[in-house]
C-alpha cells in the first residue's frame, strides 16, 4: 500500500520559481545521486532520502541546476531499485514520502531542482498487478497486463521465442500455475524478478499517466525515462535469429527496443506535463543505434532531453570527439532539442579509471590502469564537456576525481549481473561505492554504521573535506568550471560550434568570444593564446602570444 504525507504537497507554483530562467533545461548542469551510495543519515549504511536532503547545500555550491535521483520507490532490490513494487511510495530503506517531500521542499528553497526516475518498461515481480497475474492463472485479464505466452516444444518446455535477457541467459521465465503445474512464459528483457509491461493494454498507460500526476502535484521537476526504448514490442514477438545479441545493441534497431511506437506514449505524457507550471522536463535514457534515432525522442512534442551515449563511449581522440559533437549537434539542432553530454553514470565504469586504461577496452573496465592519466584525462575531458552546446550531466562523484573501485572481493559484490553470469558484466558496483565526505571516521562521513559496498584505503584523501579549499583540487575545479559556465554568455546553450585550425590530436572550437582548446595527445602542443584564460585542467605557459598546452589538458579563454 501506498504511503501517503501527512502534510500537503508543495503546491505546483512553487515550482515556478525554484530557478526563474526560461528553458533552463537547455543548458543545465544535473547532478546523478545513487541515492544508496550518496549519504547515510541512520547509520544503517544505505544511503537515504535524509541523506541527500542534508547535503543540498553542497551541492548548490557545486553550482548544479538541478539533481537528479535515481530510484528509491518501493522495491525488493533486486536490481538496485529498478524493480518497482509500488510507484508512490519510497522504500523503508531510503525513508518515507514525507522524507521526499522535505527533499524537494528544501531543494527548491536552494534553487535545484529535482529529477526523479521513473521505470515504465517493467515492474518488480512483487507488483500488486504481477502477483494478481500469477494467482489469477492463463487467460486472466491481468496477465494481459504483462508478455505472458505459451512456450513452444511439445510440453511447451522452450522459450516463446529466441530473446535473450540483458543480463544473460533468455529473455523468458516459466511460471508455475496455481494448480502446480508447468505453465506459460513471461517476459523479462532484464532480470526475471522484472517482468516487462505490455504496452498495449489500455491499463498501463492509464496506470503511468496517474503515476506521472502523482509525483508531479508532489512537486518534482521532472522524470528520467528508463529504459525509455523498450516499452513496446515488434508485434507478434518475432524471432531475432542471432545469438549474442548484446552484440547487437546500439547497433541495429531491435525488435524489442527502439521501436516506433513508444513515439505516441511520450506524446501522451507530454501533454500532461504541459499542464503543470515550471517547465518540468522528460530525460530519456535511450540507448539507440544512432543519434539521429536518438533525436527522435526529443521532438518538440516529445521528451526535452535524451543521453548522448554515443559521447560516452567515445575515446579520450580528438578526431573521434569532433565526429561525434558535429553527429550530434547536426542531429538535435532540426528538432529543436538541447544536446545532451555525459561522462559517467550508475551504470558503466567512471571515466577516470576508463580514460586510465587504453582505449577499445568498452564503457566495463576491470582494471585500474594508470591512475594519475585517468583523473589528468577525466579533468579535461570536463572541461571540454562543460565548453559545449547543451545540457551536462555529472554523476555524484565525479567532481572528486573518483575511479572506480575494480578490486572488490566477489562475495561483497552486489550487482545482479555479476551472478548471472553471461549477461552485462555485472561489475557495475565498482562505480557505486559509496562517496567519501572527510578525511576519517566511519565510512569517511558517509554514515555512522559503515557502507553497503566497502570503501577503498585513502578514499578519506579523495574527500569533500580534503579537497575543499585547496587550489588546483579536482573538486575546486568543477566549482570553478560550472561558476564560469554560469557567468560566461557564449557558454551553456546553442546548436553549434565553430571548429578552429589545430594540430593533430587537438580539439579547438570558438563560441562568440570564448574558446576552448583540448590537447588529447601525450605531448605537449603550441597553440595561439586566444585572450585571457578563464580556466584550464592543467598548467600552462603563455608567451609572446603563444601558449604551451600540456598533454591531456584542456584550457578555455575568453577575448572578452
Given at each position: 500500500?501506498?504511503?501517503?504525507?501527512?502534510?500537503?504537497?508543495?503546491?505546483?507554483?512553487?515550482?515556478?520559481?525554484?530557478?526563474?530562467?526560461?528553458?533552463?533545461?537547455?543548458?543545465?548542469?544535473?547532478?546523478?545521486?545513487?541515492?544508496?551510495?550518496?549519504?547515510?543519515?541512520?547509520?544503517?549504511?544505505?544511503?537515504?532520502?535524509?541523506?541527500?536532503?542534508?547535503?543540498?547545500?553542497?551541492?548548490?555550491?557545486?553550482?548544479?541546476?538541478?539533481?537528479?535521483?535515481?530510484?528509491?520507490?518501493?522495491?525488493?532490490?533486486?536490481?538496485?531499485?529498478?524493480?518497482?513494487?509500488?510507484?508512490?511510495?519510497?522504500?523503508?530503506?531510503?525513508?518515507?514520502?514525507?522524507?521526499?517531500?522535505?527533499?524537494?521542499?528544501?531543494?527548491?528553497?536552494?534553487?535545484?531542482?529535482?529529477?526523479?526516475?521513473?521505470?515504465?518498461?517493467?515492474?518488480?515481480?512483487?507488483?500488486?498487478?504481477?502477483?494478481?497475474?500469477?494467482?489469477?492463472?492463463?487467460?486472466?485479464?491481468?496477465?494481459?497486463?504483462?508478455?505472458?505466452?505459451?512456450?513452444?516444444?511439445?510440453?511447451?518446455?522452450?522459450?516463446?521465442?529466441?530473446?535473450?535477457?540483458?543480463?544473460?541467459?533468455?529473455?523468458?521465465?516459466?511460471?508455475?500455475e496455481p494448480d502446480g503445474t508447468p505453465g506459460e512464459w513471461y517476459l523479462h528483457l532484464f532480470a526475471p524478478e522484472q517482468p516487462d509491461f505490455n504496452w498495449e493494454h489500455?491499463?498501463?498507460?492509464?496506470?503511468?499517466?496517474?503515476?506521472?500526476?502523482?509525483?508531479?502535484?508532489?512537486?518534482?521537476?521532472?522524470?528520467?525515462?528508463?529504459?525509455?526504448?523498450?516499452?513496446?514490442?515488434?508485434?507478434?514477438?518475432?524471432?531475432?535469429?542471432?545469438?549474442?545479441?548484446?552484440?547487437?545493441?546500439?547497433?541495429?534497431?531491435?525488435?524489442?527496443?527502439?521501436?516506433?511506437?513508444?513515439?505516441?506514449?511520450?506524446?501522451?505524457?507530454?501533454?500532461?506535463?504541459?499542464?503543470?507550471?515550471?517547465?518540468?522536463?522528460?530525460?530519456?535514457?535511450?540507448?539507440?543505434?544512432?543519434?539521429?534515432?536518438?533525436?527522435?525522442?526529443?521532438?518538440?512534442?516529445?521528451?526535452?532531453?535524451?543521453?548522448?551515449?554515443?559521447?560516452?563511449?567515445?575515446?579520450?581522440?580528438?578526431?573521434?570527439?569532433?565526429?561525434?559533437?558535429?553527429?550530434?549537434?547536426?542531429?538535435?539542432?532540426?528538432?529543436?532539442?538541447?544536446?545532451?553530454?555525459?561522462?559517467?553514470?550508475?551504470?558503466?565504469?567512471?571515466?577516470?579509471?576508463?580514460?586510465?586504461?587504453?582505449?577499445?577496452?568498452?564503457?566495463?573496465?576491470?582494471?585500474?590502469?594508470?591512475?594519475?592519466?585517468?583523473?589528468?584525462?577525466?579533468?579535461?575531458?570536463?572541461?571540454?564537456?562543460?565548453?559545449?552546446?547543451?545540457?551536462?550531466?555529472?554523476?555524484?562523484?565525479?567532481?572528486?576525481?573518483?575511479?572506480?573501485?575494480?578490486?572488490?572481493?566477489?562475495?561483497?559484490?552486489?550487482?545482479?549481473?555479476?551472478?548471472?553470469?553471461?549477461?552485462?558484466?555485472?561489475?557495475?558496483?565498482?562505480?557505486?561505492?559509496?562517496?567519501?565526505?572527510?578525511?576519517?571516521?566511519?565510512?569517511?562521513?558517509?554514515?555512522?554504521?559503515?557502507?553497503?559496498?566497502?570503501?577503498?584505503?585513502?578514499?578519506?584523501?579523495?574527500?569533500?573535506?580534503?579537497?575543499?579549499?585547496?587550489?588546483?583540487?579536482?573538486?575546486?575545479?568543477?566549482?570553478?568550471?560550472?561558476?564560469?559556465?554560469?557567468?560566461?554568455?557564449?557558454?551553456?546553450?546553442?546548436?553549434?560550434?565553430?571548429?578552429?585550425?589545430?594540430?593533430?590530436?587537438?580539439?579547438?572550437?570558438?563560441?562568440?568570444?570564448?574558446?576552448?582548446?583540448?590537447?588529447?595527445?601525450?605531448?605537449?602542443?603550441?597553440?595561439?593564446?586566444?585572450?585571457?584564460?578563464?580556466?584550464?585542467?592543467?598548467?600552462?605557459?603563455?608567451?609572446?602570444?603563444?601558449?604551451?598546452?600540456?598533454?591531456?589538458?584542456?584550457?578555455?579563454?575568453?577575448?572578452?
Open positions: 500500500m501506498s504511503q501517503q504525507p501527512s502534510a500537503a504537497p508543495a503546491p505546483t507554483s512553487a515550482v515556478a520559481t525554484v530557478a526563474g530562467r526560461h528553458d533552463w533545461w537547455r543548458d543545465a548542469v544535473i547532478y546523478q545521486v545513487y541515492p544508496r551510495s550518496f549519504a547515510d543519515s541512520n547509520g544503517d549504511g544505505m544511503g537515504d532520502l535524509e541523506g541527500v536532503r542534508t547535503r543540498l547545500p553542497y551541492l548548490r555550491d557545486l553550482g548544479v541546476d538541478a539533481v537528479w535521483l535515481s530510484p528509491f520507490y518501493a522495491s525488493p532490490q533486486a536490481d538496485a531499485g529498478y524493480d518497482v513494487a509500488d510507484y508512490r511510495a519510497v522504500d523503508p530503506m531510503f525513508g518515507t514520502l514525507l522524507d521526499a517531500d522535505a527533499l524537494i521542499r528544501d531543494a527548491h528553497a536552494l534553487g535545484l531542482r529535482i529529477i526523479v526516475d521513473l521505470v515504465p518498461n517493467h515492474s518488480s515481480d512483487q507488483y500488486e498487478w504481477f502477483r494478481r497475474a500469477l494467482a489469477e492463472g492463463p487467460g486472466s485479464p491481468s496477465r494481459d497486463r504483462y508478455h505472458f505466452r505459451p512456450g513452444k516444444g511439445k510440453n511447451g518446455e522452450l522459450p516463446p521465442n529466441d530473446w535473450e535477457s540483458i543480463f544473460g541467459g533468455p529473455a523468458w521465465t516459466r511460471v508455475t489500455p491499463a498501463v498507460g492509464d496506470e503511468f499517466r496517474s503515476i506521472l500526476r502523482f509525483w508531479l502535484d508532489m512537486g518534482v521537476d521532472g522524470f528520467r525515462i528508463d529504459v525509455a526504448h523498450g516499452m513496446v514490442k515488434a508485434e507478434g514477438l518475432p524471432d531475432l535469429g542471432s545469438h549474442e545479441q548484446l552484440k547487437l545493441l546500439g547497433n541495429d534497431v531491435m525488435p524489442f527496443f527502439d521501436q516506433d511506437g513508444v513515439h505516441a506514449i511520450y506524446r501522451q505524457w507530454r501533454r500532461i506535463l504541459d499542464e503543470y507550471s515550471g517547465e518540468r522536463i522528460f530525460v530519456a535514457e535511450a540507448w539507440t543505434p544512432t543519434v539521429e534515432r536518438t533525436a527522435n525522442y526529443v521532438r518538440p512534442d516529445e521528451l526535452h532531453q535524451a543521453f548522448n551515449f554515443q559521447y560516452l563511449g567515445t575515446h579520450w581522440d580528438a578526431e573521434e570527439l569532433r565526429t561525434v559533437i558535429d553527429r550530434t549537434l547536426d542531429a538535435m539542432r532540426p528538432v529543436g532539442a538541447p544536446a545532451t553530454w555525459v561522462l559517467s553514470n550508475h551504470d558503466v565504469t567512471r571515466h577516470a579509471t576508463r580514460f586510465a586504461n587504453p582505449a577499445g577496452l568498452g564503457t566495463q573496465i576491470r582494471l585500474a590502469g594508470d591512475r594519475a592519466l585517468g583523473l589528468r584525462r577525466a579533468r579535461a575531458a570536463t572541461l571540454l564537456m562543460l565548453a559545449l552546446p547543451g545540457s551536462a550531466y555529472v554523476y555524484q562523484g565525479e567532481e572528486l576525481g573518483l575511479p572506480d573501485v575494480v578490486d572488490l572481493p566477489d562475495e561483497v559484490r552486489q550487482d545482479p549481473a555479476y551472478f548471472r553470469g553471461a549477461g552485462q558484466d555485472g561489475f557495475r558496483d565498482g562505480c557505486r561505492v559509496p562517496i567519501p565526505w572527510t578525511r576519517e571516521g566511519s565510512s569517511y562521513g558517509f554514515g555512522d554504521g559503515g557502507s553497503w559496498l566497502p570503501q577503498p584505503a585513502g578514499w578519506g584523501e579523495l574527500s569533500v573535506e580534503a579537497q575543499s579549499g585547496v587550489p588546483g583540487s579536482t573538486l575546486e575545479l568543477y566549482r570553478e568550471a560550472l561558476a564560469v559556465r554560469r557567468s560566461t554568455a557564449d557558454l551553456g546553450a546553442g546548436d553549434a560550434v565553430e571548429w578552429l585550425r589545430a594540430p593533430e590530436g587537438v580539439v579547438a572550437f570558438r563560441r562568440g568570444d570564448f574558446v576552448c582548446v583540448a590537447n588529447t595527445t601525450a605531448e605537449s602542443v603550441a597553440m595561439p593564446a586566444y585572450g585571457r584564460v578563464l580556466l584550464a585542467s592543467g598548467e600552462i605557459t603563455e608567451a609572446a602570444g603563444e601558449a604551451k598546452v600540456p598533454a591531456d589538458t584542456t584550457v578555455w579563454w575568453t577575448r572578452a
